[in-house]
C-alpha cells in the first residue's frame, strides 16, 4: 500500500507539466545539510553509500575506470578544460554533484541528500576539522612518502585514475595546508556576494573560496583534472554550489538567467569574456603561504597553481564549438554532458535548484 503510494507520487512528479513560467515541478526539495550538523547515523549513512559506489562496477565504458565511483573522477577529467576558468564553471559543476548525488541515491540506497562542508568554519584550521574524523568523517591528512590517507573509511581505496590525465593506481593522497585553507574565510564569501553581475560573482567564487578548499587539502584535491578522487570533492563543490544559490537567491528575478563568460580554452584561470585574466589570489591574506610546503623547485614549481610564479600562461585556445553556445560566450543553451550518467541539459535547466530538473535546498 504504502509502496505503491510512493511510486503514485513519483509517477506523478515525473507527468506534471512543464514549466510554464508559473510553477516549477519542484515540491519537495530534499535537503543538502552541513556535515556538522548531521548525525551520527546520517554520516554513517553517506559515508556506507560512497563506500558502494567504489564497489559497484564502471557501466559507461569510460577508459580506465574500475568503479562508478571512479566513473564520476573520470567525466571529470575528460571535461576538465572546458568547464574551469568558464562561464559554465559554476552550471556544470552543480550538474555533476547532482549526478554522483543521484547514483548514491538510486545505485546505493541513500536516502538523504548531498551534504556539503561549511568550510567557512574551518578556515585557516582545516586540519582539525570534524570532516577528516577517522571515525564518523572522511580520514586525515596523508602520510609517508606517498602522502596516502592512512586512517578512516577510504584508506584502501585505489584511485585508477589520475593523477591528471593519467591512468594509473595510487592512493587517495592529501597535504593539508592550513595556510591555504585559510582562504576560505567567511570575509571572502561575503566579498563575492556583494558582486552585482554573474561574471563578476563566478570570478570571486572560483578564485576564493573555490580554490582555498582545494589547496586547503591538496594532494588529490589540488588537481584540477583528478580532484574527485578525493571523496571530500563532494562536499566542497556542494559548498560552492549553495555559495552560488545564496548569491543567486538576493535577486532570483534576475539571476535565474544570468549566465556569460567565456567558453573555451581559459582553464585553470578566471578570465572575463574580454580574455583578461582575472588573478585568483588577489585579497591578500594568504599570499604568505606556501601553496606546496617542501615541493621541489619551491611555490609554483612544476604542477603549479594560479598565481604563482612558474604557473602556465592561460591557453588561448582555438575557437571551439560547444553544442548550445553560439559563439564563444557561454549561455543558457549550453549543453552539459555528464557523459550519459544522467541526461544531457542545458544551462537553463539548472539555474534553478528547484526548478523542472533540479529539486533540492540548502540548510
Ligand atoms: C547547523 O549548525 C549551526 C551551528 O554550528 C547552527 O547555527 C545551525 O542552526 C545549524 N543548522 C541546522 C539546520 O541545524
Ligand atoms: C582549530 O580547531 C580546534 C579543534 O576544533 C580548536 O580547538 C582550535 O581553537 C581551532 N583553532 C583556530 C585557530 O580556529
Ligand atoms: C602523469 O604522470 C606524470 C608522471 O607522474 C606526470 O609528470 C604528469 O604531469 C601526469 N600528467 C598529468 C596530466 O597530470
Ligand atoms: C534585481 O535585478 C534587476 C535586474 O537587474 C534589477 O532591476 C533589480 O533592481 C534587482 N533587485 C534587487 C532587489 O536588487
Ligand atoms: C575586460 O574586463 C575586465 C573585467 O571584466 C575589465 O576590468 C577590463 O577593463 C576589460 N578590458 C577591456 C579592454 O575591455
Ligand atoms: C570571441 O569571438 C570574437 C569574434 O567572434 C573575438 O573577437 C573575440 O576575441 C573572442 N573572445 C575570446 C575571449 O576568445
Ligand atoms: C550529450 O551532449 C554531448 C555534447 O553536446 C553530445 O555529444 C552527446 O551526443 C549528447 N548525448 C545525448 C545522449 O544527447
Ligand atoms: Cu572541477
Not at 507527468?15 to 556535515?35: D, H, L, M, T, Y
Amino acid at each position: 500500500m504504502r509502496w505503491t503510494w510512493i511510486l503514485f507520487a513519483i509517477i506523478t512528479a515525473d507527468a506534471a507539466p512543464v514549466n510554464n513560467g508559473e510553477q516549477a515541478a519542484c515540491k519537495s526539495p530534499i535537503q543538502r545539510k552541513a556535515w556538522h550538523n548531521l548525525t551520527k547515523e546520517e554520516k554513517k549513512s553517506y559515508i556506507d553509500a560512497e563506500k558502494c559506489l567504489m564497489s559497484l562496477p564502471a557501466k559507461l565504458g569510460l577508459t580506465g575506470a574500475r568503479t562508478r565511483f571512479d566513473e564520476f573522477q573520470k567525466i571529470h577529467v575528460l571535461h576538465t578544460p572546458l568547464i574551469h576558468g568558464v562561464g559554465a564553471f559554476l552550471p556544470y559543476h552543480r550538474y555533476y554533484i547532482q549526478a554522483h548525488e543521484t547514483a548514491l541515491r538510486t545505485e546505493c540506497h541513500y536516502a538523504g541528500a548531498q551534504p556539503y562542508w561549511d568550510e567557512a568554519r574551518d578556515a585557516g584550521n582545516f586540519s582539525k576539522s570534524i570532516l577528516l574524523d577517522p571515525e564518523t568523517g572522511f580520514g586525515g591528512d596523508g602520510v609517508g612518502p606517498n602522502k596516502c590517507i592512512a586512517d578512516g573509511p577510504f584508506k584502501d581505496y585505489v584511485n585508477s585514475i589520475g593523477p591528471g590525465e593519467n591512468i594509473t593506481d595510487h592512493c587517495i593522497d592529501r597535504q593539508i595546508n592550513d595556510c591555504m585553507s585559510e582562504g576560505a574565510a567567511q570575509q571572502n564569501v561575503d566579498a563575492c556576494m556583494k558582486m552585482k553581475t554573474f561574471e563578476s560573482a563566478w570570478n570571486c567564487m572560483e578564485a576564493m573560496p573555490h580554490s582555498s578548499g582545494h589547496s586547503g587539502i591538496n594532494g588529490q584535491m589540488m588537481n584540477v583534472f583528478s580532484s574527485p578522487g578525493d571523496p571530500l570533492f563532494y562536499l566542497h563543490h556542494a559548498y560552492l554550489d549553495r555559495i552560488w544559490w545564496q548569491w543567486q537567491s538576493k535577486n532570483l528575478s534576475s539571476r535565474l538567467t544570468e549566465v556569460t563568460g567565456r567558453n573555451q580554452g581559459g582553464f585553470f584561470f578566471p578570465v572575463s569574456s574580454n580574455g583578461t585574466i582575472l588573478g585568483p589570489f588577489s585579497r591578500g591574506d594568504i599570499s604568505g603561504c606556501d601553496p606546496f610546503p617542501g615541493f621541489p623547485g619551491g611555490p609554483g614549481g612544476p604542477g603549479g597553481f594560479p598565481g604563482f610564479p612558474g604557473f602556465p600562461p592561460p591557453q588561448n585556445g582555438p575557437w571551439v564549438k560547444i553544442d548550445g553556445d553560439p559563439a564563444n560566450i557561454t549561455t543558457l543553451g549550453h549543453v552539459i554532458n555528464v557523459e550519459g550518467s544522467i541526461p544531457n541539459v542545458t544551462i537553463k535547466d539548472v539555474m534553478n535548484i528547484q526548478g523542472d530538473v533540479l529539486c533540492y535546498e540548502y540548510i
